[in-house]
């Protein structure tokens, strides 16, 4: 089945809910209008529940079908980024430092939509939950929302996400079984050294040679310890030190990332950096302290779930456009959390030739719109087929 006609019909409605939610972007939690919206919408259509606060700021809607019948959750992310954006699109954001570079305002506006073609229809069995969710950009908004008894509340059984991905043709899907996103955990690592005069360094301890030795040190853990079948990044991407021309400073800060698919090579990389970042600095007459957090889980898809979303993608795409052995990618997505709740599937959709996700020129494609809301309707029919 192709574009369903109905979603075509609405794609201009749609197109516009995104360029308004894109021209007033919010961060993290701090995400009321759009909350706001979004509630105000799933009112508007009839949904036979609406509940706002899940997750402090988490919206999430009820359609309930013609008969008896499974739960399931469609999810989509409301939050933006703390970026300058460089476009000169008319309904470019209207918030200086805050935008939609990562395409939540397309993924709310697509389950809106769904939201709006299946309390219309109700041509299924059970029940559909459509979340709305805060805080994807680093702030676990999804367990956030798992805490406040999100499955279990609603009774959700199966749990869908959707990403849009630039640089896959627009109509075009790609999902793979098991891992499809990595882990990504946080490191800041303080460097006590001995701070004195530039002309002097044989009597200081110079923190920024050691922080250099450290970045360059923390690189062999991939290289030399995980194993080369396996997948792992470890990226140091701030190094604070210092603040004129001839002190050595006393004090350096480094902050960065550790990444990987498994839970083994996720707790080697926590074991080898945390020991690769002591011996360096012991080796250079410093200490180093070192802050490592668990961030988001590696987002695993269910192999029973994956292959009926990518049996609907089919329907809507055409078999020949539906990837379904695409690449894992390093980045991280707390959808993860959700799937280590309940069974589901992580999906990515065609976003055209744009600018790549967190860049200031960046713009969701609307004409990814058609296919994606499709997708999302066509999902919840085939998995509550009455």
Not at 40 to 56: M, N, P, Y
Not at 97 to 116: F, N, P, R, S, V
Not at 299 to 319: D, P, W
Not at 349 to 373: C, K, Q, R, V
């Amino acid at each position: 089945m192709p574009i369903v006609n109905r979603v075509a019909d609405l794609h201009a409605e749609i197109a516009a809910w995104r360029q308004d939610i894109h021209a007033h972007p919010e961060l993290r939690y701090d995400v009321q209008r759009t909350a706001a919206l979004v509630t105000e919408k799933l009112r508007s259509f009839g949904c036979d529940e609406v509940a706002t606060g899940i997750g402090q700021t988490g919206v999430v809607g009820v359609i309930r079908g013609r008969g008896n019948g499974k739960v399931v959750g469609l999810r989509a992310d409301m939050d933006a980024l703390p970026l300058e954006e460089e476009t000169a699109l008319p309904y470019r954001s209207t918030v200086a430092g805050k935008m939609h570079a990562c395409g939540h305002d397309g993924h709310t506006a697509m389950l809106l939509g769904a939201a709006k073609y299946l309390s219309e229809t109700r041509n299924f069995a059970g029940s559909v939950v459509v979340i709305f969710q805060p805080a994807e950009e680093g702030g676990a908004g999804a367990l956030a929302m798992i805490k406040d008894g999100l499955m279990s509340r609603f009774g959700i059984q199966e749990v869908y996400g959707m990403h849009n991905c630039p640089g896959l043709p627009v109509g075009e899907f790609a999902l793979r079984p098991g891992p499809i996103m990595a882990s990504a955990d946080h490191l800041t690592i303080e460097i006590e050294g001995k701070g004195g005069h530039a002309a002097r360094p044989h009597m200081a301890i110079d923190t920024i040679l050691v922080g250099a030795q450290i970045v360059n040190q923390l690189q062999s853990i991939v290289a030399r310890n995980v194993d080369p079948l396996e997948a792992a990044v470890v990226s140091i991407c701030a190094f604070q030190s210092g603040h004129t021309d001839n002190v050595i400073p006393q004090h350096a800060t480094l902050r960065g990332t550790a990444r990987a698919f498994t839970p083994e090579v996720r707790d080697l990389l926590r074991t080898r950096v945390t020991e690769v970042v002591e011996g360096t600095a012991r080796l250079y007459g410093a200490t180093a302290k070192i802050a490592y957090t668990n961030g988001y889980p590696v987002v695993v898809n269910h192999e029973e779930q994956t292959a009926f979303a990518a049996s609907v993608a089919r329907e809507v795409a055409g078999k020949e456009r539906v990837d379904v052995a695409f690449p894992p990618r390093m980045a991280a997505e707390d959808f993860a959390f959700m799937l280590n709740e309940r069974p589901g599937a992580f999906i990515w959709i065609g976003n055209g030739d744009s600018a790549g996700l967190h860049h200031p020129a960046y713009n969701f494609n609307d004409e990814a719109i058609l296919a994606g809301t499709s997708y999302w309707v066509r999902l919840a029919e085939s998995a509550l087929a009455a």
